[in-house]
């Protein structure tokens, strides 16, 4: 079974700063997707951005991007210029053709003014 | 914009208590799932559903059913509420996967459920 794994359960940034947070994956399977999902206090999952196995290039959506290295089956988040409404749980996920969503622990992020 | 409207933002039972958990979605999605989200588990899924009367058990059914009647609901059953089902519930739709990479999830707000 595919197991994510978040190894940091809380980070802090000061605001206009850089932050990383971390995602590590087993599978066996060549074929899958990876995401970043937001929870801000509303609660509501928000996609931030998702990645194609087979597609070399890292994703991209405006201050964030990922480092996706599909050997090290590795897929961190990077937030550039950090923004106090990027306070937030953070989690990593995995899909595959079998179409389940499954979901990393969870990083909580603290934006400090 | 898609919708997932979770009847209940917070909800507190009695232990043995069938309880209830309604979602209802305006995309005419097929694809419909239930998680549980626990501090330092992340989400869980519980049951999804690709159909109307169609279930699939995910990793952690126990204790719960689903009923799809209609397409656009879905609804969590706990025959007989226990404390070890207090938690955060998730509805999610999406739809059906024919390019199945670009069918993102949009979820409902959550119901807390406290469960006494």
């Known amino acids: 079974a595919q197991t994510v794994t978040q190894s940091q359960p809380e980070m802090s940034v000061q605001e206009a700063e850089t932050v990383t947070l971390s995602c590590t994956y087993d599978?066996?399977?060549?074929?899958?997707?990876l995401f970043w999902y937001k929870q801000p206090p509303s609660r509501q999952m928000i996609l931030v951005i998702r990645?194609?196995?087979?597609?070399?290039q890292n994703a991209t959506e405006n201050r964030f991007s990922v480092n996706f290295q599909k050997a090290a089956k590795s897929f961190s988040l990077k937030i550039s210029d950090s923004q106090l409404g990027d306070a937030a749980m953070y989690f990593c996920?995995?899909?595959?053709?079998?179409?389940?969503?499954?979901f990393g622990q969870g990083t909580r992020l603290t934006i400090n003014p | 914009d898609v919708k997932v409207t979770q009847s209940s933002r917070y909800l507190v039972k009695r232990t043995g208590e069938k309880v209830f958990l309604e979602c209802v979605q305006d995309?005419?999605?097929?694809?419909m799932f239930w998680y549980r989200q626990d501090p330092g588990l992340g989400l869980r899924l519980i049951y999804f559903?690709?159909?109307?009367?169609?279930?699939e058990k995910g990793d952690i059914p126990e204790g719960y059913s689903v009923s799809r009647e209609k397409k656009e609901r879905f609804s969590l059953i706990l025959e007989s509420a226990s404390t070890n089902q207090t938690s955060m519930y998730l509805c999610?739709?999406?739809?059906?996967?024919?390019?199945?990479?670009?069918?993102?999830?949009?979820f409902g707000n959550g119901t807390r459920l406290t469960v006494t």
């Open positions: 995309m005419d999605h097929e694809n």
């Open positions: 999610a739709s999406s739809t059906l996967i024919r390019d199945w990479s670009n069918s993102p999830l949009h």
């Open positions: 990645q194609e196995a087979y597609k070399q």
């Open positions: 599978t066996s399977e060549s074929d899958y997707y």
């Open positions: 559903s690709y159909d109307v009367k169609m279930k």
């Open positions: 996920a995995y899909r595959s053709r079998a179409q389940k969503l499954v």
